[in-house]
């Protein structure tokens, strides 16, 4: 069965210092991978996602994530967080060839400290 | 430009009623979704339609049910509303199936429902 792990419920971070927001997946196939956001009462925003091609995705807002195939993981990366990163954050996959749903992950709340 | 927008923003009402929530994308996309999403932040996919045919269906409730009357449109309608229907419900579209899996969401603002 398809389903993704975010193993951190809250992530707590310096302004100016780099974070990573962990996800792990487990799909069979090839996966297509994706990073929302979503800000304090708003929908969600697409990030990044990573279909084929080079490992490393960059996205919006300065985010990249590797995609990393032996350890099953698509962690999401910035060099030097903002005090506006702080949101929720959600993995999610879908099997190359399943083109129904996607898989969530339950999110991550990043907290960037001023 | 609003690209995914939800009527209404916010929703209280009594236990048993009936209500509906609204949903339009601007977009051209193919494909819409309905979410609910609980206290938690938990996201939970509840039906998905691909040019006005339901490709998703999760397991809910039948007092929920979802109308396509044409691509850009997807509503929600619930019937005999209980306490643990509250919830934010977002929609979101995306160019799905025909495009490609690989097309990202974009969600609407999500509309509040609080059941009293």
């Known amino acids: 069965a398809q389903s993704v792990a975010q193993p951190e419920d809250q992530v707590n971070v310096a302004e100016g210092n780099p974070l990573t927001v962990k996800c792990t997946y487990s799909?069979?196939?090839?996966?297509?991978l994706f990073w929302y956001v979503q800000y304090p009462n708003r929908g969600l925003q697409f990030l990044l996602k990573?279909?084929?091609?080079d490992n490393l995705v960059k996205g919006s807002y300065g985010f990249e994530a590797e995609f990393n195939k032996s350890q099953t993981s698509f962690h999401l990366k910035k060099p030097s967080a903002l005090v506006s990163d702080s949101a929720l954050y959600f993995c999610?996959?879908?099997?190359?060839?399943?083109?129904?749903?996607?898989?969530w992950g339950l999110g991550t709340s990043l907290a960037v400290n001023p | 430009d609003t690209a995914v927008s939800q009527t209404p923003k916010y929703l209280v009402t009594q236990m048993g009623n009936d209500k509906s929530i609204k949903c339009e994308q601007n977009?051209?996309?193919?494909?819409m979704y309905w979410y609910k999403q609980d206290s938690k932040k938990f996201l939970k996919i509840m039906f998905s339609?691909?040019?006005?045919?339901?490709?998703i269906n999760e397991t809910v409730p039948n007092r929920f049910s979802p109308k396509s009357p044409d691509k850009a449109h997807l509503n929600l309608h619930i019937n005999s509303l209980e306490l643990g229907d509250s919830a934010v419900y977002f929609c979101?579209?995306?160019?799905?199936?025909?495009?490609?899996?690989?097309?990202?969401?974009?969600f609407g603002p999500g509309t509040r429902l609080t059941v009293l």
């Open positions: 999610a996959v879908i099997r190359a060839g399943n083109n129904r749903k996607l898989i």
């Open positions: 799909v069979s196939g090839n996966p297509y």
């Open positions: 990573y279909i084929t091609g």
């Open positions: 977009l051209g996309h193919d494909t």
């Open positions: 979101a579209s995306s160019q799905g199936l025909a495009g490609g899996p690989w097309n990202e969401q974009f």
């Open positions: 339609y691909n040019n006005k045919e339901l490709i």
